[in-house]
């Protein structure tokens, strides 16, 4: 669904770019569970480098101060009592026209 989100959506250069590098690199089609695995990733090394330490404590403390993460899931935001970093803002409505998933307006 990437190539359908608007050209200013935040995510569609995270995604795109995602999935450039990710079918270039193993010819063949992205899934959400490579996505997941590259969202996680990152936040992970966002941590590592705000923290200045990959001690585990220290990177818990710092992904609970991650906002506004653009990731290929969603916009991730943490914090003490939220360690989904997602909300409903992250899913997008689709439908099945002719055959083809279309994002739903």
């Known amino acids: 669904m990437a190539e359908q989100l608007a050209e200013g959506h935040p995510q569609k250069p995270v995604l795109m770019g995602y999935i450039k590098d990710y079918t270039d690199t ?3 089609a992205v899934s959400t569970f490579g996505g997941h695995g590259f969202d996680s990733i990152h936040l992970v090394v966002s941590a ?8 585990p404590q220290a990177i818990r403390d ?3 101060k991650i906002t506004a993460f653009v ?4 916009i991730f935001t943490f ?8 909300d409903a803002s992250a899913f997008e ?3 099945i026209e002719k055959g083809a998933w279309k994002i739903a307006e």
């Not at 990731?71 to 969603?74: E, L």
Request: glycine fraction near 18%; aromatic fraction near 4%; proline fraction near 3%.
């Open 26 to 28: 193993y010819k063949s």
């Open 48 to 55: 590592i480098k705000r923290a200045g330490s990959a001690e």
């Open 62 to 64: 710092s992904i609970e």
């Open 71 to 74: 990731g290929t899931a969603g």
């Open 79 to 86: 914090g003490p009592k939220e360690h989904n970093g997602l």
């Open 93 to 95: 409505m689709v439908k």
